[in-house]
């Protein structure tokens, strides 16, 4: 890291949305700081990019303040991504244990990090926020209560922390992807069912892939520093509304 480089934090940047933004931050030329809890894959990252690894629990107050101490005392850009969906199952069924999982790392885990270095961005006199949210924190749908919940949370969360932060020198930006053709997030919900976690994209033509999600944080982060992106919604094409999708045969 060389004294006037910016810098970013990512988190949950060991596969899919995470890894895609950190890879595209550095291209941007931040040294990035790379948060998630598998060491094995955010290294070879670090490797790759020429960041920093740092082993991170997102729940995990103690875990948080030593990434912000491995920060250090200036921030420019950190990126809320470590999230997730754990389940699928109706209200009438559910799993207390896994909504509380996923208000944990979805809504609890980014005020954490976002407490944590606060200070940090502060200090760099134009820091900025990316809450990574979702479509499904703007509508809710069958068996999606849990996530749902949790994503309103992540707006939120965003919507009071901007209003706090009027007069400081940090942007405050939420990203509300759609349908995201990544690895692991659909094989997560569906605990490991892989051709649950297919079907979720079977023929449709053009999912989004993570570096699209990357590449829009990227111009977010990029705007000059006057430029607050309050939300931006995407998703495919094929996409026009959570429930209307547009599917191919594939046979
Ligand atoms: C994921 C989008 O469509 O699975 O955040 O709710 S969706």
Not at 28 to 47: K, N, Q
Not at 186 to 201: H, M, N, P, T
Request: avoid cysteine; proline fraction near 4%; charged fraction near 20%.
């Amino acid at each position: 890291m060389t004294e006037t480089q910016k810098t970013a934090v990512v988190t949950g940047a060991s596969s899919g949305i995470g890894a895609a933004t950190a890879r595209r931050l550095a291209d941007e030329g931040y040294h990035v700081f790379l948060a998630a809890r598998r060491a094995d894959r955010i290294e070879a990252l670090a490797a790759e990019i020429g960041g920093t690894a740092v082993v991170t629990d997102v729940t995990d107050a103690a875990s948080v303040a030593a990434l912000a101490e491995k920060v250090g005392p200036a921030l420019d850009v950190l990126v809320n991504n470590a999230g997730g969906a754990f389940g699928s199952t109706p209200v009438a069924e559910a799993d207390s244990d896994e909504w509380k999982r996923m208000y944990d790392v979805n809504v609890v885990g980014t005020m954490q990090v976002t407490r944590a270095l606060l200070p940090a961005l502060v200090a760099s006199g134009a820091g900025a926020i990316v809450n990574v949210g979702s479509t499904a924190g703007r509508v809710s749908y069958e068996g999606g209560a849990g996530y749902n919940a949790a994503k309103h949370g992540v707006r939120a969360l965003t919507g009071a922390l901007r209003l706090e932060l009027f007069d400081q020198p940090v942007r405050v930006m939420e990203i509300a992807p759609g349908m995201v053709h990544t690895e692991e997030f659909s094989l997560v919900r569906f605990e490991g069912d892989q051709a649950k976690a297919d079907a979720v994209y079977a023929g449709v033509p053009d999912p989004l892939v993570a570096e699209d999600i990357a590449d829009a944080i990227g111009w977010m982060v990029t705007r000059p520093a006057h430029v607050n992106i309050d939300e931006l919604v995407i998703r495919p094409r094929a996409q026009a509304a959570q429930h209307k999708v547009h599917r191919v045969a594939t046979d």
